[in-house]
């Protein structure tokens, strides 16, 4: 079973709009991250918000937020008022246990910012 | 400062010659890793340094061979390497163990004729 879910292939969303990337995922693991990247066309991986798995609230750093939802395992991230320079692929992943682990990477969502 | 630095930016080698990659990161951080990221698709794990030992490696041809001379240093050494070897090679860096987030470098695209 895929540890990491992305479901949405591609998006398209009007300038100055919200938009909604969708990430679930799957661990036995109580202690867990969760973060998203996004990858412009240039090719770097650009952290941009983490979300513990014992964090009460959800995260948020700027334009964008994470709805956490434990129950449901769904660590969504919301863009506020998007801008053209927001077009890039966003990889949702988590890394598990308080030891050493790696990061496991959805498969990416392609988001298209359009003015 | 987040920055992780990898040279060259891009590099073209035949499938005789030797080359190196390299990846820099001046935050202390103790752990470093090497991904390989194919077109389309997400990163995968190659190699992870903790504290400038091996850690992980996950069952990469012996034609690639990391290298961490440092604390701050991950070099990839290529050597033989096929056509399905051009990709995007990322380096990251994090504090360490734990759940920490990892910082990427720029990459380096790699083709191979």
């Known amino acids: 079973a895929q540890k990491i879910t992305q479901t949405q292939p591609g998006m398209f969303v009007q300038e100055k709009e919200a938009v909604t990337l969708d990430c679930t995922y799957d661990t036995s693991d109580p202690s867990y991250g969760l973060f998203w990247y996004k990858q412009p066309s240039s090719g770097e991986m650009i952290f941009l918000i983490y979300q513990g798995s014992y964090d009460q609230q959800n995260a948020t750093e700027g334009r964008y937020s994470l709805n956490f939802q434990k129950a449901r395992k769904s660590a969504n991230l919301v863009i506020s008022a998007s801008q053209l320079g927001d077009s890039a692929m966003y990889f949702c992943?988590?890394?598990?246990?308080?030891?050493?682990?790696?990061?496991?990477f959805g498969k990416g969502t392609m988001l298209l910012v359009s003015p | 400062d987040t920055e992780v630095t990898q040279t060259p930016k891009h590099l073209v080698m035949g499938m005789t010659n030797k080359k190196s990659l390299k990846c820099e990161q001046h935050?202390?951080?103790?752990?470093m890793y090497w991904y390989k990221q194919k077109a389309k698709k997400p990163p995968e794990l190659m190699f992870v340094y903790s504290y400038e030992k091996l850690s992980i490696n996950e069952s990469v041809p012996s034609r690639f061979s990391p290298e961490c001379p440092n604390s701050s240093l991950l070099n990839l050494h290529l050597h033989a390497l096929q056509p399905e070897d051009s990709a995007l090679y990322l380096c990251?860096?994090?504090?360490?163990?734990?759940?920490?987030?990892?910082?990427f470098g720029p990459g380096t695209r790699l083709t191979v004729t």
């Open positions: 935050m202390g951080h103790r752990a």
């Open positions: 990251a860096s994090s504090q360490g163990e734990g759940v920490y987030e990892q910082y």
């Open positions: 992943a988590m890394r598990e246990g308080t030891g050493y682990s790696t990061l496991t």
